[in-house]
Protein backbone atom coordinates (compact mmCIF):
# COMPACT_ATOMS: atom_id res chain seq x y z
CA UNK A 1 0.00 0.00 0.00
CA UNK A 2 1.45 3.37 -0.87
CA UNK A 3 1.96 5.97 2.04
CA UNK A 4 -1.05 8.82 2.49
CA UNK A 5 0.85 11.23 1.74
CA UNK A 6 2.55 9.87 -1.70
CA UNK A 7 -1.43 9.27 -2.62
CA UNK A 8 -1.73 13.04 -2.19
CA UNK A 9 1.16 14.24 -3.67
CA UNK A 10 0.08 11.79 -6.92
CA UNK A 11 -3.21 13.95 -6.84
CA UNK A 12 -1.56 17.63 -6.60
CA UNK A 13 0.77 16.63 -9.33
CA UNK A 14 -1.91 15.94 -11.20
CA UNK A 15 -4.26 18.42 -10.49
CA UNK A 16 -1.12 20.89 -11.10
CA UNK A 17 -0.46 19.49 -14.54
CA UNK A 18 -4.24 20.12 -16.01
CA UNK A 19 -3.75 22.33 -18.70
CA UNK A 20 -6.52 25.44 -18.77
CA UNK A 21 -7.66 26.86 -21.62
CA UNK A 22 -6.41 30.42 -21.35
CA UNK A 23 -9.93 32.14 -22.22
CA UNK A 24 -12.08 33.26 -20.91
CA UNK A 25 -9.67 33.56 -17.92
CA UNK A 26 -12.47 34.68 -15.95
CA UNK A 27 -13.96 31.03 -16.34
CA UNK A 28 -11.17 29.08 -15.47
CA UNK A 29 -9.10 30.90 -12.72
CA UNK A 30 -11.47 30.47 -10.54
CA UNK A 31 -11.63 26.25 -11.69
CA UNK A 32 -7.23 26.81 -10.81
CA UNK A 33 -7.53 28.71 -7.88
CA UNK A 34 -10.07 26.55 -5.62
CA UNK A 35 -8.13 23.28 -6.69
CA UNK A 36 -5.12 25.00 -5.59
CA UNK A 37 -6.42 25.51 -2.26
CA UNK A 38 -5.13 22.31 -1.08
CA UNK A 39 -7.57 20.35 1.61
CA UNK A 40 -6.82 16.70 2.62
CA UNK A 41 -7.53 15.21 -0.91
CA UNK A 42 -8.83 12.91 1.18
CA UNK A 43 -11.43 11.66 -1.47
CA UNK A 44 -9.13 11.22 -4.63
CA UNK A 45 -6.83 9.69 -1.57
CA UNK A 46 -9.30 7.17 -0.74
CA UNK A 47 -9.95 6.52 -4.96
CA UNK A 48 -6.83 5.38 -5.16
CA UNK A 49 -6.06 3.40 -2.26
CA UNK A 50 -9.18 1.20 -2.95
CA UNK A 51 -8.06 0.53 -6.30
CA UNK A 52 -4.90 -0.43 -5.10
CA UNK A 53 -6.21 -2.46 -2.01
CA UNK A 54 -8.52 -4.42 -4.36
CA UNK A 55 -5.64 -5.67 -6.32
CA UNK A 56 -5.63 -2.79 -9.29
CA UNK A 57 -3.07 -0.30 -10.57
CA UNK A 58 -3.91 2.55 -8.22
CA UNK A 59 -2.81 4.51 -11.52
CA UNK A 60 -5.50 2.91 -13.51
CA UNK A 61 -8.02 4.97 -11.22
CA UNK A 62 -6.45 8.40 -11.47
CA UNK A 63 -9.34 10.46 -13.15
CA UNK A 64 -11.41 8.74 -11.55
CA UNK A 65 -9.77 10.28 -8.37
CA UNK A 66 -9.36 14.11 -10.06
CA UNK A 67 -13.57 13.79 -11.05
CA UNK A 68 -14.07 13.21 -7.10
CA UNK A 69 -11.88 15.88 -6.19
CA UNK A 70 -13.42 18.35 -9.05
CA UNK A 71 -16.92 17.51 -8.11
CA UNK A 72 -16.25 18.25 -3.87
CA UNK A 73 -14.89 21.15 -5.09
CA UNK A 74 -17.44 22.27 -7.43
CA UNK A 75 -20.10 22.05 -4.09
CA UNK A 76 -17.87 24.31 -2.22
CA UNK A 77 -17.50 26.57 -4.65
CA UNK A 78 -21.94 26.91 -4.66
CA UNK A 79 -22.07 26.08 -0.87
CA UNK A 80 -19.76 29.08 -0.02
CA UNK A 81 -22.41 30.99 -1.81
CA UNK A 82 -24.94 29.52 -0.39
CA UNK A 83 -23.81 29.94 3.16
CA UNK A 84 -22.56 33.50 2.54
CA UNK A 85 -18.79 32.41 3.69
CA UNK A 86 -16.02 34.36 3.62
CA UNK A 87 -13.19 31.99 3.89
CA UNK A 88 -12.49 28.36 2.59
CA UNK A 89 -9.53 26.96 3.68
CA UNK A 90 -7.87 30.12 4.83
CA UNK A 91 -8.07 31.93 1.51
CA UNK A 92 -11.12 34.34 0.44
CA UNK A 93 -14.21 32.11 -1.20
CA UNK A 94 -14.28 32.45 -4.69
CA UNK A 95 -17.43 34.65 -4.63
CA UNK A 96 -15.86 37.03 -2.22
CA UNK A 97 -12.12 37.18 -4.38
CA UNK A 98 -14.45 37.67 -7.78
CA UNK A 99 -18.15 37.50 -7.13
CA UNK A 100 -21.59 35.29 -6.80
CA UNK A 101 -21.45 34.79 -10.91
CA UNK A 102 -18.30 34.03 -10.96
CA UNK A 103 -18.47 31.34 -8.44
CA UNK A 104 -21.77 29.97 -10.05
CA UNK A 105 -20.44 29.90 -13.72
CA UNK A 106 -17.04 28.58 -12.54
CA UNK A 107 -18.72 26.17 -10.12
CA UNK A 108 -20.97 24.91 -12.84
CA UNK A 109 -17.84 24.89 -15.53
CA UNK A 110 -16.19 22.35 -12.81
CA UNK A 111 -18.80 19.90 -12.69
CA UNK A 112 -18.91 19.48 -16.21
CA UNK A 113 -14.85 18.90 -16.47
CA UNK A 114 -15.53 16.03 -13.32
CA UNK A 115 -17.86 14.45 -15.41
CA UNK A 116 -15.59 14.37 -18.24
CA UNK A 117 -12.83 12.98 -16.19
CA UNK A 118 -14.86 10.59 -14.75
CA UNK A 119 -15.23 8.87 -18.01
CA UNK A 120 -11.31 9.01 -19.09
CA UNK A 121 -9.73 5.54 -19.55
CA UNK A 122 -13.28 3.86 -17.61
CA UNK A 123 -12.82 1.22 -20.37
CA UNK A 124 -15.11 -1.94 -19.36
CA UNK A 125 -16.25 -0.11 -16.14
CA UNK A 126 -17.84 2.94 -17.82
CA UNK A 127 -21.28 1.95 -16.85
CA UNK A 128 -20.37 1.26 -13.21
CA UNK A 129 -18.54 4.19 -12.83
CA UNK A 130 -20.94 6.66 -14.28
CA UNK A 131 -23.58 5.27 -12.55
CA UNK A 132 -22.58 5.52 -9.30
CA UNK A 133 -21.43 9.09 -9.95
CA UNK A 134 -24.67 10.16 -11.00
CA UNK A 135 -26.07 8.62 -8.55
CA UNK A 136 -23.92 10.12 -5.73
CA UNK A 137 -24.21 14.10 -7.61
CA UNK A 138 -28.25 13.41 -6.95
CA UNK A 139 -27.83 12.38 -3.66
CA UNK A 140 -25.87 15.44 -2.61
CA UNK A 141 -28.37 17.73 -3.99
CA UNK A 142 -30.98 16.20 -2.24
CA UNK A 143 -28.89 16.38 1.00
CA UNK A 144 -28.19 20.16 0.10
CA UNK A 145 -31.37 21.00 -0.41
CA UNK A 146 -32.43 19.20 3.43
CA UNK A 147 -29.22 21.40 4.78
CA UNK A 148 -31.34 24.69 3.13
CA UNK A 149 -35.22 23.19 4.45
CA UNK A 150 -33.67 22.98 7.67
CA UNK A 151 -32.96 26.40 8.10
CA UNK A 152 -36.73 26.98 7.83
CA UNK A 153 -37.45 24.14 10.11
CA UNK A 154 -37.64 24.39 14.63
CA UNK A 155 -38.05 20.82 15.11
CA UNK A 156 -35.14 18.47 13.21
CA UNK A 157 -34.42 15.08 14.55
CA UNK A 158 -30.98 13.83 14.86
CA UNK A 159 -31.88 11.50 12.70
CA UNK A 160 -32.95 13.60 10.29
CA UNK A 161 -29.84 15.65 10.96
CA UNK A 162 -28.00 12.51 10.53
CA UNK A 163 -29.12 11.22 6.94
CA UNK A 164 -29.23 14.94 5.58
CA UNK A 165 -24.98 15.04 6.02
CA UNK A 166 -25.39 11.36 4.73
CA UNK A 167 -26.63 12.43 1.30
CA UNK A 168 -24.57 15.96 1.19
CA UNK A 169 -21.57 14.75 2.28
CA UNK A 170 -20.83 11.33 3.46
CA UNK A 171 -22.19 9.42 0.26
CA UNK A 172 -19.17 11.12 -1.90
CA UNK A 173 -16.93 9.67 0.19
CA UNK A 174 -18.39 6.67 0.20
CA UNK A 175 -18.65 6.64 -3.68
CA UNK A 176 -14.88 7.49 -3.64
CA UNK A 177 -14.03 4.21 -2.10
CA UNK A 178 -16.36 2.63 -4.09
CA UNK A 179 -15.11 4.14 -7.18
CA UNK A 180 -11.54 3.18 -6.69
CA UNK A 181 -13.21 -0.55 -6.09
CA UNK A 182 -15.01 -0.66 -9.01
CA UNK A 183 -11.36 0.40 -11.70
CA UNK A 184 -9.56 -2.31 -9.39
CA UNK A 185 -11.78 -4.96 -10.74
CA UNK A 186 -13.41 -5.51 -7.52
CA UNK A 187 -16.56 -7.45 -6.83
CA UNK A 188 -19.95 -6.80 -5.90
CA UNK A 189 -18.94 -8.11 -2.07
CA UNK A 190 -16.05 -5.63 -1.42
CA UNK A 191 -17.10 -3.15 -3.59
CA UNK A 192 -20.32 -2.21 -1.05
CA UNK A 193 -18.09 -2.87 1.83
CA UNK A 194 -15.73 -0.19 0.50
CA UNK A 195 -18.31 2.60 -0.06
CA UNK A 196 -19.94 1.18 3.61
CA UNK A 197 -16.35 2.25 5.00
CA UNK A 198 -16.42 5.88 2.99
CA UNK A 199 -19.68 6.33 4.16
CA UNK A 200 -19.23 6.22 7.70
CA UNK A 201 -15.89 7.82 7.50
CA UNK A 202 -18.09 10.76 5.79
CA UNK A 203 -20.25 10.70 8.93
CA UNK A 204 -17.65 11.38 11.05
CA UNK A 205 -15.92 13.32 9.31
CA UNK A 206 -18.90 15.92 8.84
CA UNK A 207 -19.73 15.43 12.77
CA UNK A 208 -15.83 16.44 13.86
CA UNK A 209 -16.26 19.61 11.20
CA UNK A 210 -19.61 20.18 13.55
CA UNK A 211 -17.53 20.37 16.06
CA UNK A 212 -14.45 22.27 15.14
CA UNK A 213 -16.62 25.20 13.82
CA UNK A 214 -17.91 25.98 17.18
CA UNK A 215 -13.91 24.40 19.36
CA UNK A 216 -11.64 24.79 16.83
CA UNK A 217 -8.52 26.91 16.01
CA UNK A 218 -9.15 29.30 13.15
CA UNK A 219 -5.61 29.31 12.43
CA UNK A 220 -5.99 25.57 12.10
CA UNK A 221 -9.48 24.61 11.11
CA UNK A 222 -8.85 27.20 7.76
CA UNK A 223 -12.21 29.31 8.53
CA UNK A 224 -14.20 31.57 11.28
CA UNK A 225 -14.84 29.59 14.42
CA UNK A 226 -18.18 29.92 15.63
CA UNK A 227 -19.91 30.79 12.51
CA UNK A 228 -22.69 27.89 12.78
CA UNK A 229 -23.87 29.38 16.12
CA UNK A 230 -23.78 33.28 14.66
CA UNK A 231 -26.09 31.50 11.52
CA UNK A 232 -27.98 29.70 13.90
CA UNK A 233 -26.71 26.25 11.22
CA UNK A 234 -28.31 23.09 12.12
CA UNK A 235 -25.44 21.18 13.15
CA UNK A 236 -25.34 18.07 15.34
CA UNK A 237 -24.18 19.87 18.19
CA UNK A 238 -27.21 22.48 18.20
CA UNK A 239 -29.98 19.83 16.95
CA UNK A 240 -28.71 17.50 19.72
CA UNK A 241 -28.27 20.22 22.39
CA UNK A 242 -31.91 21.47 21.17
CA UNK A 243 -33.94 18.14 21.77
CA UNK A 244 -31.11 18.27 25.28
CA UNK A 245 -32.16 21.45 26.96
CA UNK A 246 -35.11 20.93 28.73
CA UNK A 247 -35.37 24.89 30.25
CA UNK A 248 -36.08 26.07 26.49
CA UNK A 249 -33.44 28.15 27.26
CA UNK A 250 -31.57 27.47 24.06
CA UNK A 251 -34.69 27.65 21.73
CA UNK A 252 -35.47 30.89 23.38
CA UNK A 253 -32.10 32.39 22.45
CA UNK A 254 -31.46 31.27 19.22
CA UNK A 255 -35.37 32.39 18.08
CA UNK A 256 -34.30 35.96 19.63
CA UNK A 257 -30.68 37.41 20.53
CA UNK A 258 -30.55 40.63 21.55
CA UNK A 259 -26.47 40.20 22.05
CA UNK A 260 -23.24 40.61 20.00
CA UNK A 261 -22.01 38.14 17.91
CA UNK A 262 -19.12 36.92 20.51
CA UNK A 263 -21.97 37.05 23.71
CA UNK A 264 -24.34 34.54 21.17
CA UNK A 265 -21.16 32.15 20.88
CA UNK A 266 -19.94 32.41 24.58
CA UNK A 267 -24.27 31.48 25.54
CA UNK A 268 -24.58 28.65 23.33
CA UNK A 269 -21.01 27.25 24.14
CA UNK A 270 -22.55 27.13 28.11
CA UNK A 271 -25.58 25.45 26.98
CA UNK A 272 -23.51 22.76 25.37
CA UNK A 273 -21.13 22.29 28.13
CA UNK A 274 -24.23 22.02 30.36
CA UNK A 275 -25.71 19.21 28.63
CA UNK A 276 -22.70 17.78 27.56
CA UNK A 277 -23.03 17.80 23.97
CA UNK A 278 -18.72 18.45 23.17
CA UNK A 279 -18.68 14.49 24.94
CA UNK A 280 -21.81 13.20 23.24
CA UNK A 281 -20.40 14.60 19.73
CA UNK A 282 -16.92 13.01 20.29
CA UNK A 283 -18.64 9.98 21.13
CA UNK A 284 -20.56 9.41 18.35
CA UNK A 285 -17.83 10.54 15.86
CA UNK A 286 -15.96 7.22 17.74
CA UNK A 287 -19.19 5.24 17.09
CA UNK A 288 -18.91 5.82 13.18
CA UNK A 289 -15.61 5.51 13.11
CA UNK A 290 -16.00 1.68 14.59
CA UNK A 291 -18.64 1.01 12.50
CA UNK A 292 -16.16 2.18 9.13
CA UNK A 293 -13.81 0.38 10.73
CA UNK A 294 -16.25 -2.96 11.06
CA UNK A 295 -16.97 -2.62 7.25
CA UNK A 296 -13.26 -2.52 5.86
CA UNK A 297 -12.35 -5.71 8.08
CA UNK A 298 -15.25 -7.35 5.38
CA UNK A 299 -13.11 -6.59 2.21
CA UNK A 300 -10.93 -9.56 2.67
CA UNK A 301 -7.92 -6.86 2.20
CA UNK A 302 -4.45 -7.58 3.18
CA UNK A 303 -3.55 -6.79 6.25
CA UNK A 304 -1.15 -3.93 5.41
CA UNK A 305 -4.08 -2.16 3.45
CA UNK A 306 -6.57 -2.78 5.97
CA UNK A 307 -4.22 -1.23 8.37
CA UNK A 308 -4.31 1.59 5.82
CA UNK A 309 -7.53 2.07 5.64
CA UNK A 310 -8.60 1.73 9.80
CA UNK A 311 -5.53 4.02 10.61
CA UNK A 312 -6.78 6.78 8.82
CA UNK A 313 -10.21 5.87 10.06
CA UNK A 314 -8.77 6.39 13.89
CA UNK A 315 -7.33 9.89 12.56
CA UNK A 316 -10.25 11.15 12.19
CA UNK A 317 -10.91 10.93 16.64
CA UNK A 318 -9.48 14.28 17.77
CA UNK A 319 -8.34 15.72 14.40
CA UNK A 320 -7.94 19.52 14.46
CA UNK A 321 -8.45 20.39 10.40
Not at 87 to 109: F, M, N, Q, Y
Not at 167 to 195: F, H, N, W
Not at 265 to 288: F, H, Q, R, S
Request: aromatic share 8%.
Amino acid sequence: MLELDTLSEIINESLRDIDYPAYPAGLYQPIAYILDCGGKRLRPVLTLAACQAVGGESGNAINQAMAMEMFHNFTLLHDDVMDKADLRRGRPTVHRKWDEATAILSGDALLTLATQRVTMNAGEHLHDVMELFNKTAMEVYEGQQYDMDFEQEDDVSIEQYVEMIRLKTSVLLGAACEMGAIMGGADKKVRDAMYTFGEKLGLAFQLQDDYLDTYGDALIFGKEIGGDIINNKRTWLLVTALHKDTTGKLRRFIDHCPVSNAEKIATVMEIYADNDIPGLCTEAIKNYVNEAIDAVKTAGLSPSDEKFFIDLALSTIGRTH
